[in-house]
């Protein structure tokens, strides 16, 4: 599984962007996206990377990390095979850079690294004044 995330770049503080990730490629369970489960993460510099958002295959529910929770909205389409990441009202501290992850087993930790198998090579957000 290929994951490219797309959609980063330089935003004022309090302005939006959308980020994507397109996924191409079959799991080694022989899966396709619309049967993984899909997350975001991020890793600021000097921190560890931490989970911003996650949807589970299954039922399309979603869930963020208190800290862009009503700023942030994870989507899929999965006939684009693609994920999304609508943030609005950006602040200093959601500047890092951001991983799209995904999991290929119905992920049982689904907020922490270890629950998902692949992941991208990451797009930066960078927030200024």
């Known amino acids: 599984v290929e994951l490219v995330e797309s959609g980063g770049g330089l935003v004022q503080a309090g302005g939006s962007l959308r980020l994507s990730c397109t996924a191409s490629g079959r799991s080694a369970n022989g899966r396709t996206f619309g049967t993984y489960d899909m997350g975001w993460f991020r890793q600021a510099p000097g921190k560890e990377r931490e989970f911003v958002a996650g949807i589970k295959w299954s039922d399309g529910s979603t869930y963020y990390a208190d800290s862009v929770k009503g700023r942030f909205t994870i989507s899929r389409d999965n006939a684009k095979n693609t994920l999304y990441l609508q943030m609005n009202s950006l602040k200093h501290e959601d500047a890092a850079i951001y991983y799209c992850?995904?999991?290929?087993?119905?992920?049982?930790?689904?907020?922490?690294?270890?629950?998902?198998?692949?992941w991208g090579q990451g797009t930066q957000v960078t927030v200024s004044s």
């Open positions: 992850s995904a999991d290929s087993s119905a992920c049982s930790d689904c907020e922490t690294e270890g629950g998902f198998d692949y």
